[in-house]
C-alpha cells in the first residue's frame, strides 16, 4: 500500500458544483495533515491545515477521520479558480534517527466547468 | 509573511555543467528544508531533506553525490546538481518548514532546469 494515495482524477465540475477528494495515508501514527493547491507549473501553495474537529475555510472545509485513516477536502460552490490540482500531505512521526519523511499525494486534478 | 524565495528561476545549461539553486526563507528560521523534484505531470518526489548545521538525508534513489545539499545558516540552503545531464532537467523545487506555524511547508516558486 503506498503511504499517501489520491484518485488522480481529472474531476471536472460545473460551476458552482460541491466537490469532495479524498486522501488516505498507511501510517496510523502520522501525526499532521495538509492540503496544498498546485496551479500548473507552479509551486504548491498551503490551501488548509486538517485537525481533528475538522477545518472549514469560506468555501473549503477539511477533515481528518483517524479510525479509516483518510483526510477529504470539500469544495462548495465550485468557481473556475478553482481549477488546479490538490495535494495531500502526511506527516508521519519521526522515526528512532530523528527524521521525518514528508510524504505528499499524487494529487487529484480539478476541472471547472463553465 | 512565510516567504521562501528560490533563485535562480529558470536555468539552461550545457551537459556536464554544475548547477547550484539557493533557497532562502525570507521572513522566518528553517531548521528543515527540503528538495524536491518533479517531471511532467506527475506529482513531487522529495529528493532530500536538509538540516541546518548538519548532513542531508537523501530518498532512496538519489545520488548525494550527484546532488550536492548545503543547509549552512538558518535561512538558506543549497542544492548542486553536479555534472547535469538532459535527463535531470525537471522543476526543482524547495521548502522550508516553519516549526513556529505547526510545521507548515512553505514553497519556494520552483527552479526549471533544462540540460542540453
Known amino acids: 500500500r503506498k503511504e499517501v494515495e489520491q484518485d488522480p482524477g481529472p474531476f471536472n465540475v460545473p460551476e458552482g458544483a460541491t466537490v469532495a477528494f479524498n486522501c488516505t495515508y498507511s501510517?496510523?501514527?502520522?501525526?499532521?495533515f495538509f492540503w496544498y493547491r498546485q496551479d500548473c507549473r507552479k509551486e504548491p501553495k498551503l490551501l488548509m491545515s486538517v485537525y481533528s474537529s475538522g477545518n472549514e475555510d469560506g468555501r473549503f472545509t477539511a477533515q481528518l477521520n483517524r479510525a479509516s485513516q483518510y483526510i477529504s477536502l470539500l469544495i462548495r460552490d465550485s468557481k473556475l479558480s478553482d481549477s488546479a490540482t490538490y495535494l495531500c500531505v502526511v506527516y508521519p512521526p519521526f522515526n528512532s534517527g530523528g527524521y521525518q519523511k514528508v510524504t505528499f499525494g499524487t494529487g487529484t486534478k480539478l476541472q471547472v466547468i463553465p | 509573511g512565510a516567504v521562501v524565495s528560490q533563485h535562480p528561476s529558470w536555468v539552461i545549461c550545457k551537459s556536464g555543467t554544475s548547477v547550484k539553486i539557493e533557497c532562502r526563507s525570507l521572513?522566518?528560521?528553517?531548521?528543515?528544508m527540503f528538495w524536491y523534484r518533479q517531471f511532467p505531470k506527475q506529482s513531487l518526489m522529495l529528493m532530500a531533506t536538509s538540516n541546518e548545521g548538519s548532513k542531508a538525508t537523501y530518498e532512496q534513489g538519489v545520488e548525494k553525490d550527484k546532488f550536492l545539499i548545503n543547509h549552512a545558516s538558518l535561512t538558506l540552503s543549497t542544492l548542486t546538481v553536479t555534472s547535469a545531464h538532459p535527463e535531470d532537467s525537471s522543476f526543482y523545487i524547495c521548502s522550508a518548514r516553519d516549526q513556529a506555524r505547526f510545521n507548515e511547508q512553505f514553497f519556494g516558486p520552483g527552479t526549471r532546469l533544462t540540460v542540453l
Open positions: 501510517n496510523s501514527a502520522s501525526q499532521s
Open positions: 521572513d522566518f528560521q528553517a531548521t528543515t
